[in-house]
């Protein structure tokens, strides 16, 4: 399956482990990865501001796809509600989608809305399917008890056509976790924001939402949180300095990106194809590879 | 604070005409007030003024520049629990996502400089976060190609074309 590998912002600058990890793990799965060097932001910071800047933004990115007859995976939960919104309003609305192609028209851009938008949980679960993750794993994750975060944007909202997982009783981080060996439950915090767009109005909001979930999680005695997307990822790892100086605490929670989980399943080096020791990667990982004796 | 707006404020039909377009079917005509996208709101909880509920009990009775002019309807964080979780179909997140779109029209600026940095980013990168502080870590990972490179002037070209052209006029 060829898809074109949408960045966004977050990735490239605080998710670069992630987006190493991707392009590692995926191809051992037969997805080949196709880049969009002229692709730029989905637009999202302007909703607060102008619709028509958003749509016209997350449009202008899915037009560089259909251009090349891609479909598109996006690695960060919200540039993949932005995508797949946009694309439901242009598609209810012709009127809409012309004035967001006169727009589109300055860079000899069109917007049709022919191809389809993916997050990495659907193609590791949908498309690659629990059975082929299971034989790839050559050191199960025996032992650990670990918590899934989905993030809001890869569930709600559900009225939206072809969400990727139920928007109340979400499963497939869960199977996918257990298909690598790992031991999960559900929690009362799971479905709970991480609170990243409120350090732009009030970054205490942000880190007290953080906070009380990692701690919640430490309590209920997992080894560590599985993240799929890198807005939440900035807030549950490289946030966790920031807890500690605000709440004179030392949490310590190893948070890894779903897709770096497998990747240690699947004996893949934690450095050089994981990107876990990464400078952005900030929370503990040295518990995780003692424990699997790496 | 319902009461004493009711008491001393005027309508403003028009601007709530505008809301009513802007959420299409999520009108907010249909609130009962039950309260529960305040009673899930992650951010009711932490920031005093900030109700959900009362944001749609002021729009659907038009007290629309009293919203406008209030700072924490920009603290809003789109996890659309209240979307979600109406039972009457309202979405109180599009109902303060588009209030702060009629402010910035109406010239009222953020009260925080985050969106406009994310702005100053996106017209100097394409992207909204600032890449300089990681380029010298990642430059040297083999595996990563280059970081892409929109066409800035095109991109700036079509945002001259929406509201966030009086952004781009201070910056030129």
Redo the contacts between chains.
Sequence with gaps: MDLALY????V???G?DY??AI??VLPKFDINLI???????CGL?????????WL??SA?NMALAEEKKLDILALCNGCYLSLEEVKHFLAEDPELKERVN???A??DLEYKGTHSNYLVLEILHDVIGLEKIKQSVTKPLTGFRIAAHYG??AL????LPGRPDD??TPIKMERILEALGADTMDYPERL??C????????PE?TL??GYSKLKAIKEYGFDGLATICPLCQYVYDYSQGSMDATFKTKIQVPVLYLIQWMGLAMEMDPE?DL?LE???HTSPVEPILEKLQI | MVPQILETKKADPKALEKIRQAVGEAEPGYCYQCIKCTSGCPISRQLDGFNPHVFVAMAKMGFIDELINDKTIWACVWCMTCKERCPQDVSPMEVIRSLTQLAFERGIEPPTVGLKAQFGNIITTGFARDFTWVEGEREDIDDLPELPKPRLDKIKAMLKKTSLARWMEKED
């Design positions: 960045l966004g912002c977050t490239p600058t605080y670069y987006e190493l392009r590692k880049d969009l060097p002229e692709a730029g932001c910071p302007f909703g607060d501001l102008d619709s028509l800047a016209t933004m202008r006169q727009l589109l300055e860079e809001c944007h709600r909202p559900s009225k928007s109340e709970a924001c609170g990243t767009k409120e350090y732009s109005y009030d909001i007290k939402l050089e990107g990464f400078m952005i």
